[in-house]
Structure formats: C-alpha cells, structure tokens
C-alpha cells in the first residue's frame, strides 16, 4: 500500500496524518483508538511491525509504531502523559513487537499491559527500581 491508501485506511481513527511521499507518513492517535488501527491495519494484510521509538518529551513519552505497509512505511504516534505511562501490549496482533515492547518497558519506563514476557532485556538485575536510562531525569538544584 503506498502512503495515501494507508491514511484512507486509518483516517477515522486518527488526529492527524502528514503525508511525507509515497512510501512515507507519519500519524497521529491516542490510546482509545489505537487498537481500531491496529486491527484495521491487520485486516488490510499488514502483518510486520519494524520497531517501537520510544522519545521522553518532558511532559509526555511519545512511541512512535512503525509498520512496513509495502511500499509504505507508517509511523504512528501515540502521546502518554507522564501520570498514566501505561499501553497494552500489541503482542496479540503483531507478535514480533515482544522485544520492542521489553525494551520500552526497561528504558523509558512505560508500562506494557498484558505483556507475555516482561523481564528485563538489557539492564542487570541489580539496576536500581524507577532508573530508566533514556528518560530525562530532572537535575536536582544546588545550593
């Protein structure tokens, strides 16, 4: 599917789509429709997530789902604020988001809801609880 018959595919769906070029674009949804997309992306034949970019904007982790709509290439992006880090897991729908979703738990600290597996993948053990290496951590002031 190229870019512009994805976007009619989730329009119903989403906030806003920008169209990048044919093979390119980039929505955006919330946490109470995004699971409509996903089942209609599955409907439509598209069955291969890429990756999961999770970003900590300050007020909010931003993920960005990436899926492979051959030729396209759809980045969906969901906000959630920093009191209610939680998202399902989309393991049911696209399998191989197991690892990205592990990942985004243990380094940015969103909590994956329903996950089949949820230990860690790349931090020791020993790392300490509520540390998530890629969020921005507030430097304390010095007196």
């Not at 069955?47 to 709509?69: K, M, P, R, V």
Request: with cysteine; aromatic share 8%; charged share 30%.
């Amino acid at each position: 599917m190229n870019s512009q018959e994805v976007a009619e595919l989730i329009k119903a769906d989403v906030d806003e789509i920008k169209i990048i070029g044919e093979r390119c674009l980039f929505a955006t949804s919330d946490k109470k429709r995004f699971f409509n997309i996903l089942r209609t992306l599955k409907a439509n034949g598209i069955t291969h997530i890429s990756t999961i970019t999770a970003l900590d904007n300050g007020n909010s982790i931003e993920l960005i789902y990436h899926f492979d709509c051959r030729p396209a290439l759809l980045n969906l992006k969901i906000f959630l604020p920093m009191e209610d880090l939680t998202i399902p897991t989309i393991t049911d729908l696209f399998p191989g988001a197991v690892l990205y979703e592990r990942d985004i738990m243990e380094m940015i600290g969103v909590k994956v809801e329903g996950h089949p597996d949820p230990r860690r993948l790349f931090l020791p053990e020993d790392w300490p609880q509520g540390k998530y290496p890629l969020r921005k951590q507030k430097e304390e002031k010095k007196e």
